[in-house]
């Protein structure tokens, strides 16, 4: 199940529903100026047709940076857990300590779902590792941005 989205993808996906929808206001005016220009009985076109070509050279800039490249944030960064050993039976409480954790999704232990994953801020979060044969396992967070590269936990 995904989680909450990213305040930060949501900025940027409301950025750019606004810069859409003003684009689509300017050529709406570029067309209102175009009937005013044809509609008036004085020879006002110079300026009507000035405002026109400003308004489409707006609406050229406004469809470019729709078309940026979106930046998307960072996938998470573990730097460290702590313990990074415990028992073949589970139940090892364990603290990760990074980047980008916010909204973390999920925690697998050697490819297995952690349990009672909790993150307390973006640099810091919780969980509960699974039962598993004896050995090391990869221990990678997933959130909505992407999954971390893995640490390793060692079962004894």
């Known amino acids: 199940m995904a989680g909450p989205v990213d305040p930060e993808t ?7 529903s606004a810069v859409t929808d003003i684009g689509t206001a300017i050529a709406a005016e570029i067309t209102a100026l175009q009937n005013a220009m ?6 006002n076109t110079p300026a009507i047709e000035a405002s026109v070509s400003n308004l489409r050279s707006l609406v050229s800039a406004l469809k470019q940076s729709a078309g940026a490249p ?9 730097s460290s857990i702590s313990p990074s050993a415990g ?24 490819g ?3 349990t009672a994953v ?14 598993s ?11 909505p941005n992407g999954a ?6 060692t079962y004894s």
């Open 112 to 114: 297995t779902p952690a």
């Open 70 to 78: 979106v930046v998307t944030p960072a996938s998470p960064i573990v």
């Open 87 to 110: 028992p073949i039976a589970g139940g090892t409480s364990v603290t990760v300590t990074g980047t980008g954790l916010t909204g973390a999704t999920g925690v697998t232990v050697g």
């Open 118 to 131: 909790l993150a307390g801020s973006d640099t810091s979060l919780t969980f509960t590792t699974p039962a």
């Open 10 to 16: 949501q900025a940027i996906a409301d950025l750019n």
């Open 133 to 143: 044969a004896a050995g090391p396992a990869s221990v990678i967070v997933t959130t």
């Open 38 to 43: 044809n509609a008036q009985g004085v020879n």
């Open 148 to 153: 971390s590269s893995p640490q390793v936990f």
